[in-house]
Every structure is written in structure tokens, then in C-alpha cells.
């Protein structure tokens, strides 16, 4: 492979604000695995957000580049799984398996699609030096007629539709909206675009912990749940920022709260004999560290905290929650799902013609 910007390059970063900003290009915020692509005629690499190879779990699109990419290029994008309900993340997951077979399987029940937004090179052209406006125009020109595996994301300078977009989208899985300076240039690593995401909160239950990994006596996450209509509590992820002393003081008072699983709600060890995918969430690994144990100290579902979420994924906060406050006046039984809000569904074709 002999590119003008060859492999690895991390991609350009973004940070959050509050609010979207004037003059800029805004996009959707794609809610997928980021990926640079290289290629070079036939030979295909796509790289992730920490420089590692993605190609061997995503064989179809490393085939659809060499059929609707221009031959020499090296794209900044997302890779994306749309479902029936909008961007499946869930379904992007799977496909980190060290199997060959069960990716390849996974590659034709639910194939990926690529979102590209940016243009580091183009035959032998270095674009990293030139303005977004002028990046974008040549990935529109270089991926014309392009699909229906790779897509080009919309793009606006009105700020008007921005806002438009961060209202709409979120119903089809999207978390936001990215603004772009239309004179930077393409800056690898550097936050230099700006990021808009959905702020919300919820009052969830404190039901277990996990230790930190500096010892036994401090917290390290705080294990949250829901309740259901049918008054089963749900597990709906997690909280672990803390500064250390409020680890240590956490785990001195959260001592009176521990019991033993044949009195919790999330009895996950008796489950996982008939529900394997239950072991690996909870008990047995992490799909992206193998070695990282998951397992936690039961508590007794009666303390209340308030967190700050972006977005859900499923019946689960799609990232780590962040502490907000404690709610002593808060009964546990009264943290449902009832509380969060529902996005309007959007269709992800409505975005993107062709895709889902």
C-alpha cells in the first residue's frame, strides 16, 4: 500500500459544548465504530478510533470499497449497523468475535454500512492541509454514485436545520449533532471539531458494586437498575466517576446495604447456565477485555442516585452514566422507565437514501 497518508492515523477528535455554534458545517453525530479507510486498488484497511485494524471484522465492507471507493483514497467515517429501529450498536458488538466464522456469518445476516464525512487523500493527494469546505467538496465528487454499502453523511451550514437535525434524529439512534471550523484543516488526534450531545437525567436504584482496581476497599462502579412494568428490576448500566476519597467513603457506607445473591434481583450466576450472553455481561469477561472481571457485590435495592445520561441503547444507557446527585427523598420502587424520555422514531432511509 503506498498512499499519500498511509496507515495508522488516529482520527480527528471532537469536545463537547453545550450548545451548537455559529458558522460552521454541521453533520449528524453517528452513533457507530469511527473508521479511517485505506485504499490502495485491492488492498483494503480500516483502522479504528485507537489506530487498530478493523478489516477482519468487517470483510464485506473491505469488499464493497474495492467496488464503489475511488482506487486510491483514504476516507474518515463510522462504521454503522442499521436495524429495523434505527442504528443497531448492539449488533456492532457481536462482530468483535475472534472467530472467523461467526463474522462472516454476522457479515451476511446483518452487514455494516459505512458513513464517511471526511477526505484525507485522494490518489495522490495529501487533503489533510486544505479547509473542511474544500475536503468536503472532493468526497462528494470522489464518492458520487457511490452505494449502497458506503454513504456520504448529510452535511449544512444552516443553523437552523442543525438544530432540526439534534431534535429529529435521535429517534433513529443518532446522539447529536458535530459542528466542523469550514476553514480547519484535517488534524489527527486533535480535538478541533466541536460535539452536541442530548444531556438527560434519571433517578435509577443502586442495586451492587464492583471494586476498584486499586484495592478492596474502594468502589469503583456503581451498578444501576430500573424497574419494569411488571416490577422486575432491569439493569441499566453504570456509574463510576468518582474522585478517590468518595470511593473509599462509598464503600464503608455502602457495607450496611450488602447482602447475598439468593436475596437479589440480578441472581445472574443462577441464569447464566441458560443464558451464556448473561455470563459475558455480567459475570463472565468483557467482550473487549477478556481478562476484566465483571462480576459485583450484591446490595439491597434501596438507595436512590440521580445520573446524567445521553442517550439509551435498548432498555440500557448506551454510555456510562455520570454521577448527579443522591436522592434520599426518592422511593426505589418509584425509578421506571416511565420517567425517561422517547424519542420521536425517525427512519434512518430519511437521512440517508438507501440505508436501513
Wanted: charged share 25%.
Amino acid at each position: 500500500m503506498q498512499l499519500p497518508v498511509m496507515p495508522p492515523v488516529p482520527p480527528m477528535l471532537s469536545k463537547s459544548v453545550p450548545a451548537i455554534p455559529a458558522e460552521a458545517s454541521y453533520e449528524p453525530k453517528w452513533d457507530g465504530f469511527r473508521s479511517i479507510l485505506f485504499r490502495d486498488g485491492d488492498e483494503v484497511e480500516l483502522g479504528s478510533r485507537n489506530e487498530r485494524p478493523l478489516t477482519r471484522y468487517f470483510p464485506e465492507l473491505a469488499a464493497a470499497a474495492r467496488a464503489e471507493l475511488p482506487p486510491r483514497c483514504v476516507i474518515d467515517g463510522e462504521i454503522v449497523i442499521a436495524g429495523a429501529h434505527g442504528l443497531d450498536f448492539d449488533a456492532l458488538q457481536l462482530r468483535m468475535h475472534p472467530a472467523a466464522s461467526r463474522v462472516r456469518m454476522l457479515a451476511g445476516q446483518t452487514p455494516a454500512a459505512f458513513i464517511a464525512f471526511d477526505l484525507l487523500a485522494l490518489d495522490d493527494t495529501d487533503y489533510t492541509g486544505r479547509p473542511f469546505v474544500e475536503r468536503r467538496a472532493a468526497l462528494v465528487d470522489a464518492m458520487a454514485g457511490s452505494g449502497p454499502t458506503f454513504h456520504i453523511t448529510p452535511a449544512t451550514t444552516d443553523l437552523a436545520t442543525a438544530q432540526r437535525w439534534f431534535d429529529e434524529f435521535e429517534g433513529a439512534g443518532l446522539d447529536g449533532v458535530v459542528a466542523k471550523p469550514l476553514d480547519g484543516h484535517y488534524l489527527p488526534g486533535k480535538r478541533v471539531m466541536f460535539k452536541i450531545k442530548h444531556a438527560r437525567t434519571a433517578d435509577c436504584v443502586v442495586a451492587g458494586y464492583r471494586l476498584h482496581k486499586s484495592g478492596d476497599d474502594a468502589i469503583g462502579s456503581l451498578l444501576l437498575g430500573l424497574y419494569t412494568d411488571d416490577g422486575t428490576l432491569a439493569s441499566v448500566g453504570v456509574i463510576g466517576s468518582f474522585p478517590m476519597a468518595t470511593r473509599r467513603r462509598l464503600f464503608t457506607e455502602l457495607q450496611s446495604l450488602a447482602t447475598t445473591f439468593d436475596h437479589h434481583p440480578w441472581n445472574w450466576a443462577a441464569q447464566a447456565a441458560a443464558d451464556p450472553e448473561l455470563a459475558r455481561r455480567y459475570g463472565g469477561g468483557s467482550r473487549w477485555n477478556a481478562g476484566k472481571d465483571l462480576s459485583f457485590v450484591p446490595l439491597r435495592p434501596e438507595r436512590v442516585v440521580e445520573v446524567r445520561y445521553d442517550h439509551m441503547e435498548g432498555a440500557r444507557f448506551r454510555h456510562t452514566a455520570q454521577f448527579n446527585r443522591w436522592r434520599p427523598d426518592r422511593d426505589p420502587q418509584s425509578c421506571t422507565y416511565e420517567q425517561l424520555e422517547r424519542p420521536v422514531l425517525f427512519r434512518l432511509g430519511d437521512i440517508v437514501p438507501g440505508l436501513g
